[in-house]
T-cell receptor
Framework: EDKVVQSPLSLVVHEGDTVTLNCSYE??????LLWYKQEKKAPTFLFML????IEKKSGRLSSILDKKELFSILNITATQTGDSAVYLC??????????????FGPGTRLSVLP | EAGVAQSPRYKIIEKRQSVAFWCNPI?????LYWYQQILGQGPKLLIQ????????DSQLPKDRFSAERLKGVDSTLKIQPAKLEDSAVYLC????????????FGPGTRLTVT
């Protein structure tokens, strides 16, 4: 069965701290790994990773994928209260005829205190 | 461009009642997804459409859930009869094709079954 595991499930830090969120996966036919930020309702896209060892960066956020060990990390440096959200990891699982489907992890709830 | 639209945004019903959700994807998007997100969990795929055809409904509880996308545009998801455990946020997402890595999510419908 395809699965995505995230850790920790919950994290409380203070502004300025650096955090590392973890995602490990087991899927049938890996295509890509995606990170989302979910604040209220709809997840918003952060990164997509397909190749091992290549870091993606956007401001204070960065992510890297290790396809050999089947995991990814999301780093947030100098955290701000606006970073408080649930961070979802999803894996795109390639299917034969119609493309792919997405398997989501449970998310990491990050709370950044002032 | 206009985003994915969903309605209603909130719905409260009693168990054994019926409910329907509507989704209008981004214009031109061939692939449409319905997800169920129970509080504290990641989104779980219920059904995936490619144009007006179903390509994956393996996790849809077919004894009570149904979905259609008749003209390959709008979609409706129905629950009949609802159970307490159906309380969740129902997210609709769309993408250009089944191979697109990026999904665009709607705001979701929060269903409470009492």
């Amino acid at each position: 069965e395809d699965k995505v595991v995230q850790s920790p499930l919950s994290l409380v830090v203070h502004e300025g701290d650096t955090v590392t969120l973890n995602c490990s996966y087991e899927v049938t036919n890996f295509r890509s790994l995606l990170w989302y930020k979910q604040e209220k309702k709809a997840p918003t896209f952060l990164f997509m990773l397909t190749s091992s060892g290549i870091e993606k960066k956007s401001g204070r956020l960065s992510s890297i994928l290790d396809k050999k060990e089947l995991f990814s990390i999301l780093n947030i440096t100098a955290t701000q209260t606006g970073d408080s959200a649930v961070y979802l990891c999803a894996v795109a699982n390639l299917r034969d005829n119609y493309g792919q489907n997405f398997v989501f992890g449970p998310g990491t709830r990050l709370s950044v205190l002032p | 461009e206009a985003g994915v639209a969903q309605s209603p945004r909130y719905k409260i019903i009693e168990k054994r009642q019926s409910v329907a959700f509507w989704c209008n994807p981004i214009s031109g998007h061939a692939t449409l997804y319905w997800y169920q997100q129970i509080l504290g969990q990641g989104p779980k795929l219920l059904i995936q459409f490619q144009n007006n055809g179903v390509v994956d409904d393996s996790q849809l509880p077919k004894d009570r859930f149904s979905a259609e996308r008749l003209k390959g545009v709008d979609s409706t998801l129905k629950i009949q009869p609802a159970k307490l455990e159906d309380s969740a946020v129902y997210l609709c997402a769309s993408s250009w094709s089944g191979f697109s890595y990026e999904q665009y999510f709607g705001p979701g419908t929060r269903l409470t079954v009492t």
